[in-house]
Nanobody
Framework: QVQLVESGGGSAYSGGSLRLSCAASGSILSFNYMGWYRQAPGKQRELVASVSRDGTTEYADSVKGRFTISNENARNTVNLEMKSLKPEDTAVYYC?????????????????WGQGTHVDVSS
């Protein structure tokens, strides 16, 4: 029904920047929510940032002022600009989204995850 494809992960040094993108494809009518989570080794998955249909954004305290989430409605894409990266930002980053479906599944809601993209920040 819907696929989420993430891109933009990689390696950076402390203080550097990376940009993640998550593009959704499928029978999408509209989005309710798109966000980024991350999971570091040995830790639980946590919310990094999210954006809702009404434009409301939410950020983890640890990334406020450094990361910016934005969405491109027409392309069903959400981006995460990460600046002033720290080693503790190292994790696998996952896109998470909820969409209202169109076509044969009109009236249904889809919620799912991307495959994850690695971010490695070294000092």
């Amino acid at each position: 029904q819907v696929q989420l494809v993430e891109s933009g992960g990689g390696s950076a040094y402390s203080g550097g920047s990376l940009r993640l993108s998550c593009a959704a494809s499928g029978s999408i009518l509209s989005f309710n929510y798109m966000g980024w989570y991350r999971q570091a080794p040995g830790k639980q998955r946590e919310l990094v940032a999210s954006v809702s249909r009404d434009g409301t954004t939410e950020y983890a305290d640890s990334v406020k002022g450094r990361f910016t989430i934005s969405n491109e409605n027409a392309r069903n894409t959400v981006n995460l600009e990460m600046k002033s990266l720290k080693p503790e930002d190292t994790a696998v980053y996952y896109c998470n989204a909820e969409f209202n479906l169109d076509g044969a599944h009109y009236g249904s809601t889809w919620h799912g995850w991307g495959q994850g993209t690695h971010v490695d920040v070294s000092s």
